[in-house]
């Protein structure tokens, strides 16, 4: 064999059913052949396990999404290239033309703006209201037939808690389907509710690392079954050396979360005290409205605390050496974001109300360093901008 023709047909290494490696490999391979035209049409028909193509599935990621939906305890994965494709790829795949989607002012700006702005287009019609305003959510399943209801629990950035089993009832009472961004809290909670889809940014807790991006839609068999050709045709794939990094990072993920979870509980108690700090938003703490509906439901508080200072958050946070100013969270080191970059720019008196962000507010995505190192850093930041207690 020439060298041309040998170096794209290297000599196979196969290894013995006995010999296996402790960590999987990245199947960094975009084509899977078979040996037959009538093999691989078995399988184009599903009429056999196996790989053609990584577009439509893969064997790295088939690891991940197997790892995902047990997490979740649900029954099947789809892998998006991030977390707002796992959003959209839902909302797009289970929507259709004069359908209406119920939302919420409490939620990440790129799904409202994905409801809002390009449903909309497509004659997908919504109703935002406040995650808090359960009369309301009630009230209009009741007198508008839903096809989806998409929230937070906890929200994002305020921290206000969803009641689930109260939402979800009201939801299979008028037969909507419930898509719960359920990045905050991770893939160890709320599995335990009727929730119909779960969409996770696997950027965040999952890899823990800030180095890849990924997301992911967990569901029963039957909506993985209706979304997994959509999925295939709209090509937000996720890279299979992405997907190993965050399979990688899932085995330190329970000791990461439990970590950032004592942080958070820890310098949320440290904020509280602060006579020139406002209010603290963490769902742990006594003080938090839905503090026992938080308990009833997640085994832990997350790690994200948001507060409302006195002043301009932004000070505050340019004051901060630990945390880093940085739009995402669930990384191992500490991040802060002002309101000044999150407060929404197209909403209306009520909805800001609804949202709860000011220029005075800061969140912060805690991380696993010492907690006593990240509290001298808050309290230096405090006097630093003019805002700590006398």
């Known amino acids: 064999m020439k060298p041309s023709t040998r170096?794209?047909?290297?000599?196979?290494?196969?290894?013995?059913?006995?010999?296996?490696?402790?960590?999987?490999?990245?199947?960094?391979?975009?084509?899977?052949?078979?040996?037959?035209?009538?093999?691989?049409?078995?399988?184009?028909?599903?009429?056999?396990?196996g790989f053609q193509y990584s577009r439509v599935a893969n064997p790295t990621l088939r690891q991940l999404e197997l790892t995902l939906a047990e997490l979740q305890g649900r029954e099947g994965c789809l892998l998006t290239s991030s977390g707002v494709a796992a959003a959209n790829l839902a909302m797009l795949s289970l929507c259709k033309q004069g359908d209406h989607v119920l939302m919420f002012a409490e939620m990440y700006q790129p799904t409202r703006y994905m409801i809002r702005r390009v449903l909309s287009r497509y004659g997908i019609a919504h109703t935002m209201l406040s995650i808090e305003d359960v009369a309301g959510i009630e009230r209009t399943l009741a007198e508008r037939p839903t096809r989806l209801i998409v929230f937070e629990s906890p929200t994002n950035p305020v921290l206000k808690v969803a009641d689930l089993e109260r939402m979800t009832a009201a939801a299979r009472a008028h037969g909507a389907l419930t898509l719960l961004d359920n990045t905050f809290a991770g893939f160890h909670n709320h599995g335990q509710f009727d929730i119909d889809i779960f969409a996770h940014s696997l950027t965040k807790y999952a890899?823990?690392?800030?180095?890849?991006?990924?997301?992911?839609?967990?569901?029963?068999?039957?909506?993985?079954?209706?979304?997994?050709?959509?999925?295939?045709?709209?090509?937000?794939?996720?890279?299979?050396?992405?997907?190993?990094?965050?399979?990688?990072?899932?085995?330190?993920?329970?000791?990461?979360?439990?970590?950032?979870?004592?942080?958070?509980?820890?310098?949320?108690?440290?904020?509280?005290?602060?006579?020139?700090?406002?209010?603290?938003?963490?769902?742990?703490?006594?003080?938090?409205?839905?503090?026992?509906?938080?308990?009833?439901?997640?085994?832990?508080?997350?790690?994200?605390?948001?507060?409302?200072?006195?002043?301009?958050?932004?000070?505050?946070?340019?004051?901060?050496?630990?945390?880093?100013?940085?739009?995402?969270?669930g990384s191992t080191e500490s991040l802060v974001w002002p309101g000044r970059l999150i407060n929404p720019r197209d909403f209306s008196a009520q909805e800001r109300q609804w949202a709860g962000i000011s220029e005075s507010t800061a969140r912060l995505s805690i991380g696993i360093e010492d907690?006593?190192?990240?509290?001298?850093?808050?309290?230096?930041?405090?006097?630093?901008?003019?805002?700590?207690?006398?």
């Open 207 to 329: 890899s823990g690392h800030g180095d890849v991006m990924g997301g992911a839609v967990i569901a029963r068999k039957e909506l993985i079954t209706t979304m997994h050709t959509d999925s295939i045709i709209l090509g937000a794939t996720l890279d299979p050396h992405t997907a190993f990094m965050i399979q990688r990072g899932l085995k330190t993920y329970a000791l990461r979360y439990e970590r950032q979870c004592q942080n958070a509980l820890k310098i949320a108690a440290f904020l509280e005290a602060q006579s020139q700090v406002a209010r603290v938003s963490y769902p742990g703490l006594p003080s938090h409205p839905q503090h026992a509906l938080a308990a009833r439901q997640m085994h832990e508080f997350g790690a994200m605390v948001t507060v409302e200072l006195r002043e301009d958050a932004a000070r505050f946070s340019e004051s901060l050496q630990l945390f880093a100013i940085s739009a995402s969270l």
């Open 7 to 49: 170096v794209n047909h290297p000599p196979a290494v196969n290894l013995a059913p006995d010999n296996r490696p402790l960590v999987a490999p990245v199947y960094q391979s975009v084509k899977f052949t078979f040996d037959s035209v009538a093999e691989s049409e078995r399988e184009s028909r599903g009429q056999r396990e």
């Open 371 to 390: 907690a006593d190192d990240l509290i001298e850093d808050l309290r230096r930041a405090l006097a630093t901008s003019g805002t700590a207690s006398k």
